[in-house]
Each structure stands twice: as structure tokens, then as C-alpha cells.
């Protein structure tokens, strides 16, 4: 099993940034994505972004396009959401997941674990 543990959430005002992180563990040895989903007050989860383990295949939602960037740091088992030009309507609790096998990366079917998540709010 492969825990995850996100950090780096908060409150921010519109127009700001905040880098998320997402620190894995466990059965790390057989991965193949990691992503973020965010889940607002009343709505479905819904996917963000999405980065492979191995080679540089990401792949984002059209509305965070061109303001976040997913990364990954494969020696300490970590990957990071760099968010810029936040809106409120970003606000959300923020989920990290891992997936082991291939699978589209947009859907949750595709991630076999999940982490806490961490509050984001941005003020208007």
C-alpha cells in the first residue's frame, strides 16, 4: 500500500500562489501517475492534474491550464502543485492519489490510493 501525505494548503487572496506537496510512502517501487482531484463545498470530486512516474507525460484540467504545474521529485518520493493566478473559485480540499497501473489519467478509477487532503481557500 502506498500512503500519501499532502502538505502545503492554506488561505491565500486572489491572484496569489501556493505550492502544494505530496509525500509518498509505503509500496512506492510500483507506480505509474500520481495526480491531483479537488472536491469544493457541494460538488464532485473532480481532477486537476496528473503527472507519469517515469518519462514527462503530464496532463492538466482546461481550468487550470497556463496557472499550475504539477512536478515530481522521484528521489524523494514526492510531487508538488505549483498554483499561480488563484481564483475563488478554486477553492477546494486539494487530494493527492498514486496509480499503479495505466489507466486514463483523468478519472478517479484509474488511482489506487488517496491522501487526506488540504484545504485551499482564496479570498476575493
Known amino acids: 500500500q502506498v500512503q500519501l501525505v499532502e502538505s502545503g494548503g492554506g488561505l491565500v487572496q486572489a491572484g496569489g500562489s501556493l505550492r502544494l506537496s505530496c509525500a509518498a510512502s509505503?509500496?512506492?517501487?510500483?507506480?505509474?501517475?500520481m495526480g491531483w482531484f479537488r472536491q469544493a463545498p457541494g460538488k464532485e470530486r473532480d481532477f486537476v492534474a496528473a503527472i507519469k512516474w517515469y518519462g514527462s507525460g503530464t496532463t492538466y484540467a482546461d481550468s487550470v491550464k497556463g496557472r499550475f504545474t504539477i512536478s515530481r521529485n522521484n528521489a524523494n518520493n514526492t510531487i508538488y502543485l505549483q498554483m499561480n493566478s488563484l481564483k475563488p473559485e478554486d477553492t477546494a480540499v486539494y487530494y493527492c492519489?498514486?496509480?499503479?497501473?495505466?489507466?486514463?489519467?483523468?478519472?478517479?478509477?484509474?488511482?489506487?490510493?488517496w491522501g487526506q487532503g488540504t484545504q485551499v481557500t482564496v479570498s476575493s
Open positions: 509505503g509500496r512506492t517501487f510500483s507506480r505509474y501517475a
Open positions: 492519489s498514486a496509480a499503479q497501473r495505466m489507466g486514463y489519467l483523468g478519472y478517479q478509477s484509474t488511482y489506487d490510493a
